[in-house]
């Protein structure tokens, strides 16, 4: 029975840990500093929400962390309330202690990270995930990446796409179709 809970423990301990991390969706037009999201930006939220639901089968993330802002607040809501999850908004002036308090508090889990713009190419490696992502571009709001850190073995980065990516100027609706996959490699 001793040894039985010896290797549930030691399992248990050796989890990996998945962190999702997004930009937060499309902001309104306007001027200030705390820009709440635009009509596009409220329905990329939703679909956020409907793919992450139930993104480990059966269920979606264990934690919901944001950064300071109302677009990041309101990019989370929808999944949040979908999962009776909170949104917890954390500090990010430290990256490198921030990745250090995830991987320690929700060791095994799975947590959404919903970022400045900025943050995002710089977080990444702070979990020794690819130090190779590029920054985002101003209307770039479509990018999911998956970072998985296992508890011994090479952590992985991985990019997915979602809901429709911001059409150039002078399409209608200001979306572009997507490919049905919604999947990139890069």
């Not at 709001?141 to 296992?150: A, E, F, G, L, M």
């Amino acid at each position: 029975m001793v040894l039985a809970l010896g290797i549930a423990f030691f399992f248990e301990s050796q989890a990996t840990t998945t962190v999702i991390i997004v930009r937060h969706a499309d902001v309104a037009a306007g001027l200030g500093g705390d820009l709440g999201l635009s009509p596009v930006g409220a329905i990329r939220a939703e679909e956020l929400s409907r793919v992450l639901a139930d993104v480990d089968v059966i269920q979606g993330p264990d934690a919901i962390l944001v950064g300071s802002g109302r677009a990041s607040r309101e990019t989370a809501e929808p999944l949040a309330r979908r999962l009776n999850l909170p949104v917890q908004e954390v500090d990010t002036s430290s990256l490198t202690h921030l990745a250090k308090r995830i991987v320690k508090d929700y060791k095994g889990e799975i947590v959404l990270v919903v970022l400045q713009p900025a943050d995002i190419p710089v977080l990444i490696p702070r979990f020794q995930g690819s130090k190779k992502v590029p920054d985002l571009a101003d209307g770039e709001y479509d990018n999911i990446y998956v970072v998985s850190v296992p508890w011994y073995g090479k952590v992985k980065t991985l990019r997915l796409r979602y809901g429709a990516r911001l059409a150039p100027a002078g399409e209608a609706n200001g979306l572009a179709a997507r490919s049905p996959s919604g999947v990139s490699g890069g």
